[in-house]
């Protein structure tokens, strides 16, 4: 296994007496990659995203980011490590009756501690980070709109920036686009990957559409019962790989409903 910025080694996850939700999963990331994370529901898809920054505590296994091992810290140790990690949630998670730029500030609290941000004393240099990452967003114009006035992709676009405020080492996304519809969710995978790449940042997203998981991401990490059955390239993503994953489907009927749809919206 390469020494990358994220190293797991046989990580395992068990509910109870339940089956194990991820079982002897080893895998590394390199600093900028960014890999799809795909599976049928229940694959253990989101289970492998929390344990990584430690949501979800693994029954064994190991986590390094860099040199320090996640899996060995508790307490002080892993909150100032999980200040390293950015995350992006499904439900956007912002705080509805803040503003946006009220939400990005949030991504400071680790530094700052907890008294400067409920008097909301954050430093120049965040405020004026919290500007341009707005306008790297295309949301500068909407500094002082209440979160809950906001469309999905504008919450979730306020979610990537928020993650980017941490200036992480690693982002681990949970499904962007699940309430997304078509032509906002290639936006916010654009969005995500560009990011990522001018950052020379490396992700992991979790993501349940397989064409945009082969349209914005090099490689591909399929789950199935808690196992990695596939690691590779995007484009050898063919029917005979996607069905050990998923199980048996009528691949060619899906991929042409998908070419009609990008040529009705214009293939943004």
Same mark, same amino acid.
């Given at each position: 296994?390469?020494?990358?910025?994220?190293?797991?080694?046989?990580?395992?996850?068990?509910?109870?007496?339940?089956?194990?939700?991820?079982?002897?999963?080893?895998?590394?990331?390199d600093g900028g990659e960014v890999i799809a994370l795909i599976g049928p529901s229940g694959a253990g898809k989101s289970t492998l995203i929390r344990c990584i920054n430690r949501l979800v505590e693994p029954s064994s296994g190991r986590i390094w980011l860099g040199d320090t091992e996640l899996t060995a810290l508790d307490g002080r140790g892993l909150r100032q490590v999980r200040r390293r990690i950015g995350?992006?949630?499904?439900?956007?998670?912002?705080?509805?009756?803040?503003?946006?730029?009220?939400?990005?500030?949030?991504?400071?609290?680790?530094?700052?501690?907890?008294?400067?941000?409920?008097?909301?004393?954050?430093?120049?240099?965040?405020?004026?980070?919290?500007? !341009? &990452? $707005?306008?790297?967003? %295309?949301?500068? #114009?909407?500094? *002082?709109? /209440?979160?809950?006035?906001?469309?999905?992709?504008?919450?979730?676009?306020?979610?990537?920036?928020?993650?980017?405020?941490?200036?992480? !080492? &690693? $982002?681990?996304?949970? %499904?962007?686009? #699940?309430?997304? *519809?078509? /032509?906002?969710?290639?936006?916010?995978?654009?969005?995500?990957?560009?990011?990522?790449?001018?950052?020379?940042?490396?992700?992991?997203?979790?993501?349940?559409?397989?064409?945009?998981?082969?349209?914005?991401?090099?490689?591909?990490?399929?789950?199935?019962?808690?196992?990695?059955?596939?690691?590779?390239?995007?484009?050898?993503?063919?029917?005979?790989?996607?069905?050990?994953?998923?199980?048996?489907?009528?691949?060619?009927?899906?991929?042409?409903?998908?070419?009609?749809?990008?040529?009705?919206?214009?293939?943004?």
């Amino acid at each position: 296994m390469s020494l990358g910025v994220l190293r797991i080694e046989a990580l395992s996850k068990r509910y109870g007496r339940d089956a194990l939700a991820l079982d002897d999963v080893s895998l590394s990331l390199d600093g900028g990659e960014v890999i799809a994370l795909i599976g049928p529901s229940g694959a253990g898809k989101s289970t492998l995203i929390r344990c990584i920054n430690r949501l979800v505590e693994p029954s064994s296994g190991r986590i390094w980011l860099g040199d320090t091992e996640l899996t060995a810290l508790d307490g002080r140790g892993l909150r100032q490590v999980r200040r390293r990690i950015g995350m992006i949630f499904q439900e956007f998670a912002l705080v509805e009756r803040l503003t946006v730029m009220e939400n990005l500030l949030s991504g400071r609290l680790g530094y700052v501690g907890f008294w400067r941000a409920a008097l909301r004393r954050f430093p120049q240099a965040d405020i004026e980070r919290a500007f !341009d &990452l $707005l306008e790297q967003v %295309e949301l500068g #114009a909407m500094v *002082d709109r /209440r979160a809950d006035a906001l469309s999905g992709g504008q919450r979730q676009r306020v979610g990537i920036a928020r993650a980017l405020m941490q200036t992480p !080492d &690693l $982002l681990l996304v949970d %499904e962007p686009t #699940a309430s997304l *519809d078509p /032509r906002t969710s290639r936006q916010i995978m654009r969005l995500i990957t560009r990011l990522c790449g001018e950052r020379n940042l490396p992700a992991i997203i979790n993501i349940h559409d397989v064409p945009l998981a082969r349209r914005y991401c090099r490689r591909v990490i399929g789950l199935r019962q808690g196992r990695i059955v596939y690691d590779g390239p995007a484009d050898d993503l063919d029917d005979r790989v996607l069905t050990n994953i998923y199980g048996e489907e009528d691949w060619d009927t899906q991929a042409a409903t998908e070419t009609e749809t990008e040529t009705d919206e214009g293939g943004v």
